[in-house]
């Protein structure tokens, strides 16, 4: 069902390109599949047009994490922490900061 989710999305954003909730459902969807380092190129290419509100900032954080790219994480979760008290979303942006704080 996974790969029907993520050639449906494919499809959907080739019709509308300039839609970033489809940007952003690709990427969901290939970091859902474990598809990480596909997942973190279609997230950046959305945070670069989208004012997030922080949780494609945690997600690209976890996963560039996952694949060892810990500066690049930190300072994923650092804009997400940013991102989300911007927008209001306090308890997002606590979640981040733990993050940050916990880190080994």
Excluded at 25 to 41: D, H, S, Y
Excluded at 70 to 92: I, L, W
């Amino acid at each position: 069902m996974g790969e029907d989710r993520l050639e449906v999305l494919r499809k959907m954003l080739k019709r509308h390109p300039d839609d970033p909730r489809l940007h952003f459902g690709v990427a969901v969807e290939l970091l859902n599949q474990r598809r990480l380092e596909e997942g973190v190129e279609v997230l950046e290419n959305y945070l670069q047009v989208a004012d997030d509100e922080g949780n494609a900032w945690g997600r690209l954080g976890e996963a560039l994490r996952e694949l060892g790219r810990d500066e690049e994480a930190r300072e994923a979760y650092r804009r997400g922490v940013e991102a989300a008290r911007r927008h209001g979303h306090p308890t997002m942006a606590e979640e981040f900061q733990d993050v940050l704080d916990d880190w080994p």
